[in-house]
């Protein structure tokens, strides 16, 4: 057993809410609005400045996935296309509706949100640990500029991404694909500006077949020549596709190619050596462009991720689980929470560069249903975003952000709901929710 020591401390609680949201990205800031907005009196915390997690602080560009009609999905592309006018048009590609974004539009649309539903925002508080009586959560204990300091709660979120609630309160975890454990792999996305438009090439993925349109490589498939400089080494060793998607701006593109395999999320000494081997990533992807790519020329670097990105970590077991079946046949459940959810099957390769399964294959829209979001031992506590139960290769079509989003109000609404009626998440009616989001107009 690894060196120890016992700390005590005593820590101030300062709050008490009905409803604690841990982790402010897309799920978490839509639960957090969600159930202020069912009256609930709600505290949101995020360990960094700013909210929107992969979508402002990872630079993640475009909005990927798609959910029936009326979800805060729908409310935030509508608010994002109303402070960002004059942008480049949300497109249709095989991997569905593409909403381009512009991750400062995206902070003030998300702070708008939190503002107006009344919620209490701390930023610069990282969890630290669970308050868990009698197997129930009660709140958690954060790290603050003050030291540590504890809220209490009747319900707990835990949309970390990481479910680090979940974990430190003995909940049931799994950790990445079932055959070895392993886990899609980290990246640093950034935007390049300088693209000459009339010529430049947009790509979603390794198996779009899109061909170089002119000079030396003109008439290649562009994934071909990827795969060539990657054996070539002017590729990093696990870049085998460069993936170029369209920003809200004419002239730029947001980049997701940069990759470290075999590191873990979970251990900061890891994500300190996935850092500085993805920043200098960068410079090898853009050279590349710069040389090969007709119309990336001139581009530079306009913007990236301030945190590496993490696309899988931990999971939790709860008492529904959605198995691949689910996915690829689009199962539709009466307890449903999140209707036709849909996305490719995007497995990025946890042993090697591409796709871990030579093209990634599209879901079927398929419901989520309200037990995945409720960990099957523990009390007091939902879980939104992508560590919903399932298994990996499930995962791999929630986790994008429209989901992401519409499962956060959900479990938003469940949370309210809970307080409300006075029971725990496992003894709630999904009936409930389903009555709210229909008020709402939500699709189901
Ligand atoms: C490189 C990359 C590219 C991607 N590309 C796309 C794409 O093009 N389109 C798309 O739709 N999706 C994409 N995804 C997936 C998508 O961005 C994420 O799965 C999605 O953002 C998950 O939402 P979330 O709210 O569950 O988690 P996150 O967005 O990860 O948010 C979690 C939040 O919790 C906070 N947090 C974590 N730990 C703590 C703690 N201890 N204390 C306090 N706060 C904490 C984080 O700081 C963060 O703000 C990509 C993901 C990655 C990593």
Redesign the pocket.
Known sequence: MADCITYQSKVPVVRECDVLV????????CAAVSAAREGAKVIL????GS?????T??N??????EVGGGTYYDEIVRRLSEIDKGTVPTTGTRIGR?VPVNREAAKIVLDRMISDAGVELWVG????DSLVENGKVTGAI?ATQNGLRAIRAKVTVD????A?VAAAAGAEIEIGRESDGGL?P????FTVTGVDESIAISVWGGSDPIKIPAGEFAGLEYRELCKQKNREGELPEFVTIVRL?RTSRPGER?V?ATQVNDLSPLDPSDMGKAELELRDQIKKCVDFLQKYIPGFENCAIRAS?D?????ESRRVRGVEYIVDSDVENGRHRDDGIVHNAW?LIDIHNPKGGGQAEGYSKPAQPYDIPYGAIVPIKTNGLLI????ISGTHRAHASW???????A??EAAGIAASKCVALGVEPRELDPAEIRKVLAARGVEL
């Open positions: 841990v982790g402010a990205g897309p799920a978490g800031v915390c995020e360990r960094y909210v929107g997690g992969m979508l602080m990872g993640v560009d475009p909005i990927l996935g593409e508080a990282a969890f630290v954060f949309s970390t991404g990481d680090c899609q980290m990246t640093l996305e998607h947001s997701n991720a945190t590496v990105g993490v696309r996305f939104a975003g992508r560590p986790r994008v952000m429209a989901i992401c989003m499962m956060g």
